[in-house]
């Protein structure tokens, strides 16, 4: 099993709509969980952390389920901006371990 | 803002040749990361070193080594190129834990290496 699944995609949606994406991570002992977001040909930048008792950041809500061992992504209104390849990342011991990223393509 | 730059965005190298990939961070962060990205294969950690002089192996060391003679700069080195090192070669920095209670990591821009 991998240390941090999630899956591949594509999912389109509209605008407007919401999406959700979860990344589940094989390691009960991890402490720190992140999403991140890359577009096409750059360098991955941080989205936001996840917190215990989630977090949210405008139309970008994420969540830590502890017992199931995943963390989720929610993000509402979806914008053609929004378009990208999200990777969730979850801290081993040393080292952040990241998943091969969900793709999301927002259509007019 | 923290800054992470690398020498190159894009490279061209023939096999065998010896290859050095740069990194700076100006944002002294004691540790730094190299890792490679491949379509379906995601992130791979190459090396990742926690201060000066200091390395540690990733997931996928063979056929790479690194220096880190500076806090601020930490250099991939391909002793002689593969075409199987053809990728995507992205370095990172961060904060220990010691420093922050989440060391995300922050990205360079990346540098496309092909091998002929």
């Known amino acids: 099993r991998k240390e941090v699944e999630q899956d591949p995609g594509p999912f389109n949606v509209p605008e407007g709509a919401t999406v959700a994406f979860n990344c589940t991570y094989s390691?009960?002992?991890?402490?720190?969980f992140f999403w991140y977001r890359q577009d096409c040909r750059k360098e991955p930048k941080l989205l936001m952390s996840?917190?215990?008792s989630g977090n949210e950041d405008g139309r970008f809500t994420a969540q830590l389920n502890r017992a199931s061992q995943y963390i989720s992504l929610l993000i509402r209104d979806s914008k053609l901006s929004d378009s990208a390849t999200y990777l969730c990342?979850?801290?081993?011991?040393?080292?952040?371990?990241f998943g091969t990223g969900t793709r999301l393509l927002v259509s007019p | 803002d923290v800054k992470v730059t690398q020498s190159s965005r894009y490279l061209v190298k023939r096999t065998g040749e010896k290859v050095f990939l740069e990194c700076v961070q100006d944002m002294d962060h004691e540790n730094m990361f190299w890792y490679r990205q491949d379509p379906g294969l995601g992130l791979r950690l190459i090396y990742f070193?926690?201060?000066?002089?200091?390395?540690e192996k990733g997931d996928i060391p063979e056929g790479y080594s690194v220096s880190r003679e500076k806090k601020e700069r930490f250099s991939l080195i391909l002793e002689s190129a593969s075409t199987n090192q053809t990728s995507m070669y992205l370095c990172?920095?961060?904060?220990?834990?010691?420093?922050?209670?989440?060391?995300?990591?922050?990205f360079g821009p990346g540098t496309r290496l092909t091998v002929l």
């Open positions: 070193s926690y201060d000066v002089k200091m390395k």
């Open positions: 996840v917190y215990s």
């Open positions: 990342a979850v801290k081993g011991f040393q080292k952040l371990v």
């Open positions: 990172a920095s961060s904060l220990p834990p010691r420093r922050t209670n989440y060391n995300e990591q922050f």
């Open positions: 390691n009960s002992a991890s402490q720190s």
